[in-house]
């Protein structure tokens, strides 16, 4: 250890006592300065160094060093002449060099080990693992990426071989022979799969000192690139169903853009990929608002929403839902059912149906049309009394179908492979035949086994409901002395019970009759029924007319919805008869204008006289001459108007003697 007395504390001293202090191979005898208050006596103080005003006292052959820092020329030449020749005197211009050195130095350690330190930071930070050895395979360098992929403790093997760490590892050959390796695959002893480069490290003067790698753990890659492989074969298949799918599907993003349509929904719609993708989602609506921007705004889905879409207008029923992945909306998809095909399989099923029963000569449930509560309730009232042998009673306004309901209860019976023996009561004849017959068995008689049923009931005459009577407490008929087997069905569209109090109807029969009354509602009681009612109809009559009316508009199917109906289910019948006759041939589908507004109103129209022929031949002249006014003579306008040719319409216009 050198023993210095520093001479001196200013800011200059006070430098040389801190480097010196940090160096460790020197001890202070003092520090002086005539200034109590330099800075470097209060270090000394701190350091535990003894401090004075005045050197003399501190000179001594114990010193090694005497530094002057003091800056007074004059000081040199007398600590010169004090000393001991063993000590040496470093002058104040020297001590300002060597501090000026020093803190120079000073300065570049710092940055050094500041790019040390960034260099660590790099090289740790770094997620690829890094490995380097010297010429003869011992780790000089490992960072934390390369002891998490290995799996072991960084601070355990600097300094090893690295063989102990990676048994496999080339390194050492790569040093040896001074080639670079590269994108080398490596399993480890973890089971971990790594892909390595490997190279040599050479100084500049060519020498091999050692090598490094580079790896990555590829472990993940590998089952996130199988993932991907597996994500495209669900995707292609996913692609593959949605492109054969016989239902028009479109899909738009989270901003409702169209990302996707299938080729059934260019053959629903008429609209192709250009009209679609990239576009807003409303770019296919007909009428109404999208259904996608609905399901975007609420995140819920939306079922059976009726749209029309496409530049033909096509009616189609739609069922949207948000497409929602890690809680985050990303679109929705539709899936678009054609209604026109839905009818139309409807209606082949109910052409079928048609042809089942004509053939069996037999009406079912499956006839009695309609989803309102009212019409549920009395079928399943009926379906109940089918099941049991009890008298029925049914009731309702004429032409609700009360035939119909005993055909159906009949049908579903126990007795259905009997006979059905319908008696209109209000005809004399039949009522005559009811219980006698002259040249062949009556009515009641040929229904034995079977079901009799009494249309109108309330039209016997009282010696007939007398017989009934019997008929019903004893199983008795008037022509024969033995027990009969055989089923009662009343109807009746009037007040029985006026009739029993003005006598005119038996009370006791009533109560017979009555035990199981069924109330089957009229129409304008189940106005929501009526466009199931009219496509039922449309099955039945396209085939008796032999026609292809496909259906009818909105407007006119509000249009019957908003009449009374006081001939019920009958009259609704009959009007869409009288429609279809009328209707051209070329025309398809059944508009507000072709409905008889004036019976459906209340106004019964007289009927006209002349044959078919002439009423059909009138109307197109009426029609035409309409038309041709409209477009003040614009033939070209008229035909496209009527949807007829050019050369149909002159020839109309000479036949029908029309006057332009």
Request: aromatic residues 4%; proline residues 4%; charged residues 25%.
């Amino acid at each position: 250890m050198q023993n210095i007395v520093l001479i001196g504390a200013g800011k200059g001293g006070s430098a040389l006592l801190e480097l010196l202090r940090d160096a460790g191979k020197f001890t202070f005898t003092a520090v002086i300065d005539k200034n109590p208050s330099a800075p470097g006596l209060r270090l000394a103080e701190q350091m535990n160094i003894p401090i004075a005003n005045d050197w003399r006292s501190y000179i001594s052959a114990s010193v090694d060093v005497i530094i002057d820092a003091s800056g007074d020329d004059t000081l040199l030449p007398e600590l010169l002449d004090a000393r001991d020749r063993s000590t040496v005197v470093i002058p104040g211009e020297i001590a300002s060099i060597l501090v000026q050195l020093i803190e120079d130095n000073k300065e570049t350690y710092q940055q050094i080990d500041a790019a040390r330190s960034i260099q660590r930071l790099i090289f740790d930070s770094m997620e690829e693992g890094i490995i380097s050895i010297d010429q003869n395979g011992y780790i000089t360098s490992f960072n934390e990426s390369a002891a998490r992929i290995t799996q072991v403790d960084r601070k355990q093997v600097i300094g090893r071989p690295v063989h102990e760490i990676i048994p496999d590892s080339r390194l050492p050959q790569v040093a040896s022979f001074g080639r670079s390796e590269i994108n080398q695959q490596l399993t480890l002893e973890s089971g971990t799969k790594i892909v390595t480069s490997r190279h040599p490290i050479i100084t500049e003067a060519g020498e091999r000192i050692g090598a490094f790698a580079v790896f990555q753990d590829i472990s993940e890659l590998q089952q996130m690139a199988e993932e991907i492989t597996n994500l495209r074969e669900v995707q292609m298949m996913l692609e593959a169903i949605i492109q054969s799918s016989d239902d028009a599907i479109s899909v738009v993003d989270e901003k409702g853009i169209g990302l996707l349509i299938n080729p059934a929904y260019t053959r629903i719609t008429g609209l192709k990929e250009e009209d679609i993708i990239g576009r807003p989602a409303e770019a296919d609506i007909a009428d109404g608002e999208s259904i996608h921007r609905q399901v975007l705004d609420t995140r819920k889905p939306v079922r059976g929403k009726q749209l029309q879409v496409g530049k033909d207008r096509k009616d189609v029923i739609v069922n949207v839902a948000p497409v929602i992945v890690n809680n985050r909306l990303k679109g929705s998809v539709g899936v678009i059912h054609d209604v026109t095909e839905i009818r139309s399989m409807m209606k082949e099923l109910d052409r079928a149906r048609l042809l089942i029963r004509s053939l069996e000569s037999n009406l079912s449930f499956d006839d009695i049309v309609g989803v309102s509560e009212k019409i549920q309730f009395a079928k399943d009232q009926a379906k109940l009394a089918a099941g049991v042998p009890v008298t029925v009673f049914l009731r309702g306004e004429t032409g609700v179908g009360k035939d119909l309901f005993a055909h159906a209860i009949h049908r579903k019976s126990e007795r259905k492979h009997n006979k059905f023996i319908r008696v209109n009561c209000s005809s004399e004849e039949a009522r005559d035949q009811l219980f006698t017959s002259s040249d062949k068995l009556s009515l009641a008689e040929q229904a034995i086994n079977g079901t009799l049923f009494l249309d109108e009931i309330g039209e016997l005459t009282l010696s007939q409901q007398q017989h009934l009577l019997d008929l019903l407490s004893y199983q008795k008929l008037p022509s024969r002395n033995e027990l009969v087997d055989l089923r009662i069905i009343a109807s009746t569209s009037e007040p029985l019970e006026k009739n029993m109090r003005d006598g005119l109807f038996l009370e006791e029969l009533y109560f017979q009759i009555n035990k199981m009354p069924i109330f089957i509602p009229p129409l304008r009681e189940r106005t929501e029924d009526i466009p199931i009612i009219l496509d039922h109809l449309l099955v039945k009559l396209n085939k008796e007319y032999g026609r292809q009316i496909a259906g009818f508009s909105d407007k006119a199917i509000q249009a019957l919805k908003q009449y009374d109906w006081p001939g019920n289910v009958r009259e609704l019948e009959n009007v869409v008869s009288r429609t279809m006759i009328f209707m051209n041939a070329s025309e398809l589908k059944v508009e507000e204008k072709h409905l008889p507004l004036t019976t459906i109103r209340g106004k019964q129209p007289e009927l006209p006289d002349g044959s078919l022929s002439d009423l059909v031949e009138s109307y197109e002249r009426q029609l035409i001459q309409q038309t041709l006014t409209a477009y003040k003579g614009n033939k070209a306008a008229t035909a496209k108007k009527l949807n007829v040719s050019l050369r149909t319409l002159y020839y109309k216009i000479e036949k029908l003697g029309i006057e332009e």
